[in-house]
């Protein structure tokens, strides 16, 4: 039986990176760079990689434009079950050289041969441009249960978030392994599919205080006072669904490496009409590298 060292990159925010495995993919939760911990076996390993994405999504949500990113990580995991990890995101056409750095410990369990889950914390550390949606937001507890029904894997994942602004969210998910028998080349490699599907349900805080700090770059509903233009008034403290989305990732294996293709098709809903986010396409590719110990 193969095992596959897998690093989950967002935002997906993310929110993915989410990962969060999850919506904290780029979560996407979008930058956030955790490991697939379904897949972790009890070895001490370290694993290195390096992504690139179309554009940044956090708990479904993009900013006001396209964000394509690089973003380079690293995980190590213990015998233990503990694991500790970083990230650190470039996005292109800008001149600064690293615009968020995410720092995460966690651990990983096992309740069952078919049930298991993580609990991390993530710390996250931004430029003073704070492009990037998620810039409100500079901690991530991070809670995931999967459960392995043999035709399917659902998961639940929670996340809270805090900073300047707080959120939680709700990550419901479901996917599908499938290895084929052939291999491509020779007998060590071998290609895997996972297609999934996942509803993120929760706050979104983070939209309000983003649209404070980037006033310049967002483009408001507005309503009439006393002859004033001012923005329509959204409750992003109410706990609603914010986003479906389809994944397809499409990996090439190898003992040690792995590359890896993604599409991602997000259908944002309960949009802060500031963002004026729509239904979009996101590509991702990522290769990485697990040294074992």
Do not use: C
Not at 254 to 281: C, D, M, Q, W
């Amino acid at each position: 039986m193969r095992h596959l060292y897998i690093l989950l990159f967002v935002i997906a925010f993310a929110p993915n990176t989410v990962l969060a495995g999850t919506g904290r993919i780029f979560t996407f939760k979008a930058v956030h760079a955790v490991t697939d911990t379904d897949t972790v076996v009890r070895k001490a390993s370290i694993a290195a990689g390096i992504s690139y994405g179309s554009d940044a999504m956090f708990f479904g949500r993009t900013g006001p434009i396209k964000y394509p990113f690089l973003s380079a990580n690293v995980i190590y995991n213990t015998k233990q079950g503990f694991f500790i990890y970083a990230s650190a995101l470039r996005l292109l056409g800008y001149r600064t050289s690293v615009d968020e750095i995410d720092l995460g410990a966690g651990y990983y369990y096992r309740f069952s041969k078919r049930w298991n889950g993580t609990a991390s914390y993530t710390r996250f550390i931004f430029n003073k441009e704070a492009r990037v949606i998620e810039s409100a937001s500079g901690h991530d507890i991070n809670f995931k249960n999967s459960y392995d029904f043999k035709l399917v894997k659902g998961s639940i994942t929670m996340d809270y978030l805090f900073g300047k602004a707080s959120d939680f969210f709700v990550t419901a998910a479901v996917s599908k392994y499938i290895e084929p028998s052939w291999s491509v080349f020779d007998d060590k490699d071998y290609l895997t599919f996972n297609p999934g599907i996942s509803m993120i349900v929760g706050t979104q805080n983070f939209v309000q205080r983003y649209g404070a700090e980037h006033q310049d770059k967002l483009l408001y509903n507005t309503i009439a006072i006393n002859g004033a233009s001012v923005p329509i008034p959204y409750n992003n403290g109410r706990f609603n669904v914010l986003n479906y989305s389809f994944r397809l990732p499409i990996a090439y294996n190898r003992p040690h490496y792995t590359f890896e293709a993604s599409y991602r098709y997000s259908i944002p809903v309960n949009v802060e009409g500031a963002l004026k986010n729509k239904r979009e396409s996101f590509f991702n590719l990522t290769f990485y590298y697990v040294f074992f110990k």
